[in-house]
């Protein structure tokens, strides 16, 4: 049975700095993309970053220079490092496994239950 959980999702202030994190069990070998995916409130899901597994990575535009995706292996976790964080980073995030680099939630076959992430003064 495959599984992800996030963590780390908290209440920040603007230009403030998180790290979520994805444990992921039940998949093997680590041959696939992750992503991770945000909803922000009234807003659709959207991409926000995906590293393949060749470790090549995609950030949407209006993540670029402040978030790092990155993925550990050896323990089978994904992250997230989120720095300068505006209130339109506000939402919840999921991390997303078996897709393609497009970021097409549609294409992601197992997904985590979320983790809420509020900026706001």
């Known amino acids: 049975q495959v599984k992800l959980v996030e963590s780390g999702g908290d209440s920040v202030q603007p230009g403030g700095s998180l790290r979520l994190s994805c444990s992921v069990s039940g998949l093997s070998d680590g041959a696939y993309c992750m992503a991770w995916f945000r909803q922000g409130p009234g807003k659709e899901r959207e991409g926000v970053a995906a590293i393949d597994s060749d470790g090549s990575t995609n950030y949407a535009d209006s993540v670029k220079g402040r978030f790092t995706i990155s993925r550990d292996s050896a323990e089978n976790t994904l992250y997230l490092r989120m720095n300068s964080l505006k209130p339109e980073d506000t939402g919840i995030y999921y991390c997303?496994?078996?897709?393609?680099?497009?970021?097409?939630?549609?294409?992601?076959?197992?997904w985590g239950q979320g983790t809420q992430v509020t900026v706001s003064s």
């Open positions: 997303a496994a078996e897709g393609t680099p497009k970021m097409v939630a549609a294409d992601f076959g197992y």
